[in-house]
């Protein structure tokens, strides 16, 4: 009988072929012969068994690197277009909806409109309690943001305490009543892990036309809330072109400004500080003027402001002071020798925080000779609400010197009474709004002598600003006020007119 013929080697090679294909689940089943081809099939089945667990494992890490890369992915895509803090928007995102908003409204959709917030009172928040807290301040208004605003609108946080939305499909109306619900919604204290914050919101609101771009909008919308900011705090205003005009024009000022300390453009006008019991001239305020080239002489307010919000006020500051300490060492030298005599000079908050201040101060007197005593150094009450550690050691350091401290425009702040029973405080300068009608106003008689009385309470010294009459000056006096300062002494005036007053006052008031 015939032996069948062996077809083994045949489908052998078949396997081998589809093992080679990638097919690693093929297999051949070994016969009964046991033979050297069948230790060949099991030889090769335990082969593909390993290529199939290798294949698996390889599967397996492909997927998990493929998850990681996925996911990897969508952390820097929310890098690159969400910030880390408050989990909004961030600038590149906003511009991305902005321009998505005036693509449809090319397309016949309304345009869309921008909120830019700012928070008034934040650098307070993290000079007095600490970044941390502030941080939780920003997470918080983020939420209240996110809270009053449509699905289909945008909250975004451009920075620091920086604040925008894109609001679409509505009318001027509903956004400034969004405006309006946020701005007062920001007025309610936040709780920030176990402090209270209390800030407001400056908004600034832009209404896009069709064909303008993201940058332009935010900066229209970013003018808008500087003019809210500039104005009354707290407020909501609406764009208008002549606000760019204006922002331009303040840039300018404040490289023209720039140049002018560097080039000693600047000047210091003095006015006299009266004793309203002899009539003797006992201090002077020294108050900056601009000689600009083109405008003439500019007065403090009119480019104060632009130094504060550019960082120049600190050079501004410091050399009103040298030159300010360098006059009275002048005349300290000659007629003013021996005669009771102080220079007041204001101090910007931005100045007041910048390290070694004090140092600084001390130093400037020093280097002319002058001694603390006849320096006081005067800020205003509304600016030393946001006081922080730094400022109060500042301020200690400086009492501790010898160097008076004043509080200037008081009555027009928030917190009047609270301050007068600070440590710091020497002087108290009463406010000419305060002063104005006090020889024809029976009322705002009771006003100023309530606030004398008060002042006296505290053991401190009342200068009152913007006198103008003998009469407002005589009821001052006898309602126990020491120290008077208005026109009725004289405009303020540059240092050659000032000498001559002086020299006249000092001669007739011998010490």
Not at 244 to 250: F, P, V
Not at 404 to 419: E, K, L, P, R
Request: aromatic share 4%; with cysteine.
């Amino acid at each position: 009988m015939a032996t069948p013929p062996d077809d083994r080697l045949d489908q052998l090679l078949e396997l081998v072929v589809e093992l080679a294909s990638g097919d690693t689940g093929a297999r051949m089943t070994p016969s009964p012969a046991a033979d050297e081809i069948d230790a060949v099939i099991v030889g090769v089945n335990m082969l593909a068994e390993e290529l199939q667990a290798l294949n698996g494992d390889l599967e397996a890490r492909v997927t998990e690197r493929t998850v990681q890369l996925e996911q990897a992915h969508l952390q820097l895509e929310r890098l690159a277009l969400y910030d880390p803090l408050t989990g909004l928007a961030n600038r590149t995102l906003l511009g991305d909806r902005i321009s998505l908003a005036m693509a449809h409204a090319d397309r016949g959709a309304a345009p869309p409109a921008v909120l830019l917030l700012d928070l008034d009172g934040f650098k307070a928040v993290n000079d007095s309690f600490g970044h941390p807290v502030g941080d939780l301040l920003l997470v918080e208004i983020g939420r209240r943001l996110r809270e009053m605003v449509r699905e289909t609108d945008t909250v975004a946080r451009l920075g620091g305490d920086e604040f925008a939305l894109v609001v679409v499909d509505a009318g001027h109306e509903q956004v400034l009543a969004m405006a309006e619900r946020i701005r007062v919604a920001l007025q309610a204290p936040v709780q920030a892990g176990e402090q209270s914050c209390w800030v407001s919101a400056s908004i600034g609101v832009c209404f896009a036309v069709r064909g303008q771009d993201a940058a332009t909008l935010l900066r229209d919308a970013d003018t808008a809330m500087y003019a809210a900011k500039n104005g009354a705090r707290g407020s909501v205003q609406v764009y208008e072109p002549r606000m760019h005009a204006t922002a331009l024009s303040r840039v300018l000022l404040a490289e023209d400004l720039r140049v002018a300390i560097a080039d000693d453009q600047l000047l210091v006008h003095y006015q006299p500080i009266v004793d309203l019991t002899t009539g003797r001239t006992t201090g002077v305020e020294a108050l900056v003027r601009w000689e600009h080239p083109e405008r003439g002489l500019l007065a403090p307010a009119e480019f104060v402001g632009v130094a504060e919000d550019t960082g120049l006020v600190t050079a501004l500051d410091r050399w009103v002071l040298r030159t300010a300490v360098a006059q009275l060492a002048a005349w300290r030298s000659g007629f003013l020798r021996g005669h009771e005599f102080a220079m007041h000079v204001n101090v910007s908050p931005i100045e007041l925080r910048t390290p070694r201040f004090a140092e600084g101060v001390l130093d400037c007197l020093a280097e002319h000779g002058v001694p603390p005593g006849d320096l006081v150094l005067e800020m205003t009450e509304s600016h030393l609400m946001g006081e922080d550690a730094g400022t109060l050691s500042a301020l200690e350091q400086l009492r501790t010197a010898g160097i008076a401290v004043a509080i200037d425009d008081f009555g027009t702040g928030y917190s009047s009474v609270g301050y007068l029973r600070r440590m710091f405080l020497d002087v108290v300068k009463i406010d000419r709004s305060l002063i104005t009608g006090l020889d024809t106003d029976p009322q705002q008689h009771r006003v100023a002598a309530a606030i004398l009385a008060i002042v006296d309470a505290f053991g401190l010294e009342a200068v009152a600003e913007g006198v103008e009459t003998a009469e407002q000056a005589e009821r001052l006096r006898a309602l126990g006020c020491r120290y008077g300062q208005g026109y009725l002494w004289g405009l303020p005036l540059p240092a050659e007119g000032m000498t001559a007053l002086l020299v006249v006052s000092a001669a007739m008031n011998p010490p």
